[in-house]
């Protein structure tokens, strides 16, 4: 039998197959080249959303619906190849939030673990059990799953954000529960830098025992993350098809900061042509800083600061950058990881 053919569909066999389909029975050999495939086969699509756009739609919205209203003010990212699904890739969701002045996105808390990256303006705030951090432009802040957490903004501009979930991945396992607080904002019970005292100082309090797999440190301000490519650039030590390229870690035992997306940070410099590279996690991208562009399965997809762009499983991506860049990006590399799918080719065109 072939991987890729299916066999020949004669009366006789027609109907076998309608009368144990009564019974809900199908033979394998008749979908057997749909379900195992020799390589990924996906509905997600590459596809890029320029932020200029979607902040004027966000502000826009702003004026039809308030963010307790809607619960999140959000506009979601939907995949070009899945309309009507919310989702970005195949396992994960990606939407750009807005919250004005004065406002508050009601408290609340699921089991669909959660990263907000901020694209613009600066001063608001979010909390997550009990403790409260301020969101500055491209810092990269967590929610782990069934975590108290509201948002609020009490500087004089909107704030957006890139909300990142696995609400796929989390409904593919039909495990999604949610829960409101009776308040729109919880009480603050810890001081506002306690958990990078605890947790981001390379160090970890004595009697600590990792019981969540989730990062305890819950905001990676971008302003260290930079710095740490910065001081990486000194060496020169380019990868050919990342740059330099950092992952976002849980300082608890070395993993990636969230048990089911995995968080990056890359520097290209000027005039990088990136050799080419593919792996089975769709991949999302936010252009944090600089202008390029990136081909993804041959069609090219030019990107300026803030702008969004998604690469799926098993695409072949290639950067070209015109300035410096930055690049922002989330997958769900780890969940693949620990179930011993994740794979990737370098190099070849």
């Known amino acids: ?65 308030t963010a307790k209203e809607a619960e999140r003010r959000v506009l979601i990212l939907e995949n070009p190849g899945m309309r009507g699904q919310s989702r970005i890739t195949t396992s994960l969701y990606a ?23 901020v694209i613009d303006g600066s001063g608001a705030h979010t909390s997550v059990n009990g403790e409260r951090t301020k969101m500055e432009f491209g810092d990269f802040v967590i929610t782990p799953p069934w975590a108290w957490h509201d948002h609020g903004n009490h500087s004089e501009e909107p704030m957006i954000w890139m909300d990142g979930l696995d609400i796929p991945m989390v409904s593919f396992f039909d495990a999604s529960f949610a829960e409101a607080m009776a308040t729109d904002e919880q009480p603050v019970s810890r001081h506002s830098e306690d958990s990078h005292a605890r947790y981001g100082a390379n160090m970890l309090p004595v009697d600590y025992h990792q019981h969540e797999l989730t990062s305890p440190l819950f905001n990676y301000p971008y302003q260290r993350s930079r710095e740490a490519l910065e001081v990486m650039r000194r060496e020169q030590d380019w990868d050919p098809c990342h740059g330099l390229k950092m992952r976002y870690i849980n300082p608890a035992d070395g993993q990636f900061a969230m048990p089911t997306i995995s968080a990056f940070l890359q520097l290209l410099p000027p005039d990088f042509h990136s050799l080419a590279y593919r792996s089975t996690d769709a991949t999302v991208f936010v252009a944090t800083e600089g202008s390029g562009r990136s081909t993804i399965n041959g069609e090219t997809f030019a990107w300026g600061p803030r702008d969004i762009f998604v690469a799926p499983s098993w ?4 950067h070209e950058t015109e300035t410096e860049a930055v690049l922002f990006s989330y997958s769900d590399r780890t969940a693949q990881l620990k179930l011993g799918l994740w794979r990737e080719q370098r190099g070849k065109a």
């Open 95 to 117: 939407g750009l939030q807005l919250v004005l002045p004065g406002e508050v996105a009601p408290a609340h808390r699921h089991s669909q673990s959660a990263l907000r990256f």
């Open 315 to 318: 695409a072949r991506v290639t």
């Open 1 to 65: 039998m072939s991987l890729t053919e299916k066999p020949a569909e004669t009366p006789e066999r027609l109907a076998f197959y309608e009368k144990i389909d009564r019974l809900a029975y199908t033979p394998l050999w008749a979908v057997f080249a749909d379900i195992i495939t020799p390589q990924p086969r996906s509905h997600c699509q590459p596809n890029l959303w320029k932020f200029n756009q979607a902040r004027e739609w966000l502000l826009e919205a702003g004026d039809l619906i």
